[in-house]
């Protein structure tokens, strides 16, 4: 089993989720953290499933992948402290399903778990299941607000760390 985490570093459990966190006995190397910076906003987390989570899934060739798909990243949580938005979570669903397509004919599971914002989350879980299902029926109307916010763009030292973690898929 292959084990992907794309997370803020650092936040919850505290002190887990570490970049050298790579699994342990037989699963080694078979556990990849991303930890993504506090302030990490859509672009930063595009980015690391672009880099990772899509050629890892690729390399790894599962029979089916299951995602506990948390939305304690939005830009409205109150745990956390990152900025994604609904369009972050499309991207990132965009990644996940075509990556399946080319491993494990489209079979992805997805359960809800985190995220905590009652305002914000149905926007990110709505976004996410209409990439699924290849369809739009509701417009995000808290995206003009998150959506201007700072912290979107890509920052060097995002870059940085998902550029180091995709050197670990070699080891899958």
Excluded: W
Excluded at 108 to 136: D, K, N, R, W
Aim: charged share 15%.
């Amino acid at each position: 089993m292959l084990t992907i985490s794309l997370h803020q570093d650092r936040c919850f459990p505290p002190n887990s989720g570490l970049l050298e966190d790579r699994g342990v006995g037989a699963g080694i190397n078979y556990n990849i953290n991303i930890p993504m910076p506090t302030g990490t906003g859509d672009e930063g987390y595009a980015y690391a499933a672009k880099q990772v989570i899509g050629p890892a899934l690729e390399a790894f060739a599962p029979d089916l992948i299951l995602v506990a798909s948390g939305f304690d990243a939005n830009a409205m949580d109150p745990l956390s402290r990152q900025l994604i938005t609904s369009r972050g979570f499309i991207d990132l669903t965009e990644t996940v399903k075509n990556a399946s397509t080319s491993t494990v004919q489209g079979r992805i599971v997805m359960i809800q778990e985190g995220g905590y914002s009652p305002v914000y989350v149905p926007f990110c879980g709505v976004a996410t299941i209409e990439t699924l299902a290849g369809v739009h029926v509701l417009e995000d109307a808290i995206l003009p607000v998150v959506g201007g916010m700072g912290g979107h763009q890509l920052e060097d030292h995002q870059k940085a760390l998902v550029d180091q973690v995709a050197t670990y898929i070699k080891d899958i």
